[in-house]
C-alpha cells in the first residue's frame, strides 16, 4: 500500500520550460512534506518543504503547492535546467512527535534538454 | 563537516550468502536512519535509531534483517541469510535532532543479490 503516489514516473522537458511533479496522500496525520532530489551516484538531498498552514511556498525557481482538502501537493521548476536533471522524491511525515520517520513517493526522473 | 558516509557503495553477493553495510553518521548526530529502495520503487523507512538504542523498527522486513549501533556513532545492517528480494538500494541518513528536521542522506549502499 502506497501512501504517497507521485506522477510522473519520468518527465522529458526542453531547457526554460516548467517541470511540474505531483504527489496525493492519503494520511491525514501527515503535517510536514519535503521534496528530495537526488542526483545519480548521490543520495536524496533536501530541496525544499513545506508545512500544511501555507499554500504555497517558492525557493528560487522551485515552488511546491498544497492543497489540503485534497490532499495533494505539486513540485514546479521553473526555467528548468540541464543540471536540474534528476530523480525527485515527494515525501510526507506525520507530527515532528513521531521523529523523522517518511514516507515517500516513488520517484520522478526529470530530464531537461538542452 | 564531513557527511553521512556509506560503505560499500556496491555488493554483489549469492542468495544465502551474509552481506554488512555501514553508515557514518555526520558527527553528533543522534538519530539515524536506515531507508531502502527496491527495484526502482519507493523509498522505504527502515528503522530508526537514537543513540545506540531502536526508537523505531516497524519498517524492518524480517528477521533476516540485523541493525546495531553500538556505542551511538556508527550503524551496521547484516542481511542473513540474503534473498533476491533483498537487492536494491539501502540509503542511511542522519539528524541532529528527532521531529520534522532535515534528514542527510548518505550516497547510499546498492546491493545486488544474484
Known amino acids: 500500500q502506497q501512501q504517497v503516489k507521485q506522477s510522473p514516473q519520468s518527465l522529458i522537458v526542453q531547457k526554460g520550460g516548467i517541470s511540474i511533479i505531483n504527489c496525493a496522500y492519503e494520511?491525514?496525520?501527515?503535517?510536514?512534506f519535503p521534496w528530495y532530489q537526488q542526483f545519480p551516484g548521490k543520495g536524496p538531498a533536501l530541496l525544499i518543504a513545506?508545512?500544511?498552514?501555507?499554500s504555497e511556498k517558492k525557493e528560487g525557481r522551485f515552488t511546491i503547492s498544497f492543497n489540503k482538502s485534497a490532499k495533494q501537493f505539486s513540485l514546479h521548476i521553473m526555467d528548468s535546467q540541464p543540471g536540474d536533471s534528476a530523480t525527485y522524491f515527494c515525501?510526507?511525515?506525520?507530527?515532528?512527535?513521531?521523529?523523522?520517520?517518511?514516507?515517500f513517493g516513488g520517484g520522478t526522473r526529470v530530464l531537461v534538454k538542452p | 563537516e564531513a557527511g553521512v558516509t556509506q560503505f560499500p557503495s556496491h555488493s554483489v553477493i549469492e542468495k544465502g550468502q551474509t552481506v554488512t553495510l555501514r553508515c557514518d553518521p555526520i558527527?553528533?548526530?543522534?538519530?539515524l536512519y536506515w531507508y531502502r529502495r527496491v527495484m526502482g520503487k519507493e523509498i522505504k523507512f527502515l528503522l530508526h535509531?537514537?543513540?545506540?538504542?531502536?526508537?523505531?523498527e516497524s519498517g524492518m522486513p524480517n528477521n533476516r534483517f540485523l541493525a546495531e549501533r553500538t556505542g551511538g556513532t556508527y550503524s551496521t545492517l547484516k542481511v542473513q541469510p540474503a534473498e533476491l528480494e533483498d537487492s536494491g538500494v539501502y540509503f542511511c541518513?542522519?539528524?541532529?535532532?528527532?521531529?520534522?528536521?532535515?534528514?542527510?542522506f548518505g550516497a547510499g549502499s546498492r546491493l545486488t543479490v544474484l
Open positions: 513545506i508545512r500544511p498552514d501555507v
Open positions: 558527527s553528533g548526530h543522534d538519530n
Open positions: 515525501a510526507a511525515s506525520p507530527h515532528k512527535a513521531a521523529g523523522n520517520k517518511l514516507t
Open positions: 494520511n491525514t496525520a501527515f503535517d510536514y
Open positions: 541518513a542522519s539528524s541532529r535532532f528527532s521531529g520534522a528536521n532535515v534528514l542527510t
Open positions: 535509531f537514537v543513540k545506540e538504542s531502536k526508537q523505531d
